[in-house]
């Protein structure tokens, strides 16, 4: 019969050097400040050695990626997992918008990670923060991906004194439980988020909003180990 409890071989080892990539836009976008000083917050409180850039350009985004895949290739010890968070606007075809309004495929900036050296067979947490897109790169497992999106127009919204229903939802959870499974967490965070109701950043009405959530993982991921 199948064995579920914890052990060894069905759950990966974190105890090594964990980290984190926090990359958002902030202009034009009210209350992602707040998003990014949840997130940036939790993943320092799990022990993740974190870095964040606010409002990067296109290019800087992917500069920032395969300067973030140097920093782990060269690391002295072994990495356990690392945590990639993009936030920013997203367009019709999954495209990330950068502060300077190019755009920049989401699956680029994850195939940059999937060549690291260090990552190989070791899980990779991807938050996209945006409009609902992108495929899952070849050879990026194990890896979790994880975005918000509208039935009916693809965005989610903020709102200005708390940042977004996603983030801030997921901070909370994630902090009461930081030694649960991850996956079960997620879909407490997305229960959560679909039963409430969000306005819109160009539009007042309300709409209901979803998390997809895309796993390659083969075994139980705890943040906190």
């Not at 395969?66 to 920093?71: D, E």
């Not at 309004?101 to 990670?113: C, R, S, Y």
């Not at 260090?118 to 497992?141: M, N, T």
């Amino acid at each position: 019969s199948l064995q579920l409890a914890p052990g060894p071989n069905t759950q990966y080892d974190l105890s090594k050097t964990r980290a984190a990539l926090l990359l958002a836009v902030i202009q034009g976008r009210p209350g992602a400040q707040h998003d990014v000083e949840a997130l940036g917050g939790l993943c320092r409180a799990l022990g993740f050695e974190t870095t964040v850039r606010t409002d990067p350009t296109a290019q800087a985004f992917q500069e920032e990626l395969a300067q973030f895949q140097k920093q782990l290739d060269t690391c002295k010890g072994p990495v356990s997992c690392v945590l990639v968070a993009l936030m920013a606007h997203g367009g019709p075809r999954g495209q990330l918008l950068g502060a300077d309004g190019q755009e920049v495929q989401p699956e680029a900036l994850m195939q940059e990670l999937s060549r690291c050296r260090v990552l190989w067979g070791r899980p990779k947490v991807f938050l996209l923060q945006a409009c609902r897109g992108g495929e899952w790169p070849e050879g990026w497992g194990p890896g979790l991906m994880l975005w918000p999106w509208s039935p009916d127009l693809g965005y989610v919204a903020y709102r200005d004194d708390k940042g977004s229903d996603f983030i801030q939802t997921l901070v909370e959870v994630l902090r009461a439980n930081p030694g649960r499974d991850l996956l079960e967490l997620l879909t407490e965070v997305n229960r959560r988020v679909c039963e409430q109701d969000v306005l819109g950043p160009d539009c007042d009405e309300l709409r209901k909003a979803c998390l997809e959530i895309r796993s390659s993982l083969r075994r139980r991921l705890c943040l906190q180990p």
